[in-house]
Nanobody, 114 residues
Framework: QVQLVESGGGSVQPGGSLRLSCAASGSIGSINIMGWYRQAPGKERELVASIDFRGNPTYLASMKGRFTISRDNANNGVVLHMRSLKPEDSGVYYC????????WGQGTQVTVSS
């Protein structure tokens, strides 16, 4: 079992920034991929960014250049820095851990609105 605890969501104006954190605990292991997914109302959950155990990131095309994902080794987790936020970035952001099995966090709300 892997437990994921997310933090850092909230409300921000367009053009603003937010930092999302996800800490993992339990049977983590060293080989895994962690990432952030977003689900907007009425839409399917989509990958925002992920990072493998070597530190190689992957981004949704529309996020590249605005979002940065990195490993937080102290908390066995990941951090997502989001800049130049747009209203269409709003949604519930979920942390995902994959390493044989897949685990999800409870989600954190991000709202970008003026």
């Amino acid at each position: 079992q892997v437990q994921l605890v997310e933090s850092g969501g909230g409300s921000v104006q367009p053009g603003g920034s937010l930092r999302l954190s996800c800490a993992a605990s339990g049977s983590i292991g060293s080989i895994n991929i962690m990432g952030w997914y977003r689900q907007a109302p009425g839409k399917e959950r989509e990958l925002v960014a992920s990072i493998d155990f070597r530190g190689n990131p992957t981004y949704l095309a529309s996020m590249k250049g605005r979002f940065t994902i990195s490993r937080d080794n102290a908390n066995n987790g990941v951090v997502l820095h989001m800049r130049s936020l747009k209203p269409e970035d709003s949604g519930v952001y979920y942390c995902r851990w994959a390493g044989g099995a897949v685990y999800w966090g409870q989600g954190t709300q991000v709202t970008v609105s003026s």
